[in-house]
């Protein structure tokens, strides 16, 4: 489910809980609403108030943590073109046929992983070891080289092309969401039962309404930009796919 829609709904259940507040106050009697009432129940959203705050620090660290590892792995491989393109062309025009298979390859790369990710595909098949990309490894490992120089480095790029598909490899297993469900539902009827005090002891009127809504909001806001980080390949903070696009220009 896309972020957007999670955030909606988180969105109508936290306001439904203020509604919620809004309606037991209007049908519970006086006696119920005393100020030892008040001081129970503002105690308990306290403490439901902090394990919130803990909630939504784990799934921030958690979803950054994920971002910032794809970002690592998208650097490395941008990294290992470079460096294993470089190899090619010393090694001599034996290596270009190499060299347009890598190219190729790393383009198709490009094209689906942010090709799913604007899908929303958080089921996406893992990259096999197979395409273009690893027709190029397969052209290193039968290069024939004709001195030591040359031997040398066929070494280094074997050595490369292989760091690189297991990046590869450590990429394709983004589709595990860094977010688990049972942290989101929880946080959400959490802060629906915070909001259900909020209303509880205040007299109903339009600007509380108002006051009520744009809170839940952004509530629903943060939801969103979590949920958002989580899927570093598509949203708002999409990694950039540059990296490996200059990795490929032609030079």
Do not use: C
């Amino acid at each position: 489910m896309m972020p957007a829609t999670i955030s909606l709904i988180a969105l109508a259940v936290i306001f439904g809980g203020a509604l919620l507040g809004m309606f037991l106050r209007g049908g519970l009697p006086q006696s119920h609403l005393g100020t030892d009432t008040r001081d129970v129940v503002r105690l308990g959203t306290g403490l439901i108030g902090t394990l919130s705050a803990l909630v939504v620090g784990l799934m921030i660290a958690s979803a950054k943590g994920s971002h910032d590892t794809q970002s690592g792995y998208i650097s490395r491989i941008s990294a290992d073109v470079v460096l294993l393109d470089r190899i090619l062309s010393d090694y001599g025009p034996e290596a270009n046929e190499a060299r347009d298979l890598l190219r190729r390859g790393i383009a198709e790369l490009i094209d689906r992983i942010w090709r799913e990710g604007d899908a929303g595909s958080a089921s996406a098949a893992p990259f096999a070891a197979a395409g273009t990309a690893q027709a190029a490894f397969q052209k290193i490992q039968t290069l024939s080289p004709k001195n030591d120089e040359q031997r040398s480095l066929q070494a280094r790029a074997v050595t490369i092309a292989s760091d690189m598909e297991q990046t590869r490899f450590l990429l394709s297993a983004r589709t595990a969401n860094p977010v688990p469900a049972p942290f989101l539902v929880i946080l959400v009827a959490w802060l629906a039962i915070i909001f259900a005090s909020f209303s509880l002891f205040a007299p109903t009127n339009s600007t509380l309404i108002v006051v009520l809504f744009l809170l839940a909001a952004s509530a629903a806001g943060a939801i969103f930009l979590i949920l958002d980080l989580s899927q570093p390949f598509s949203g708002l903070m999409t990694i950039s796919n540059a990296p490996l696009r200059s990795a490929i220009a032609p030079r």
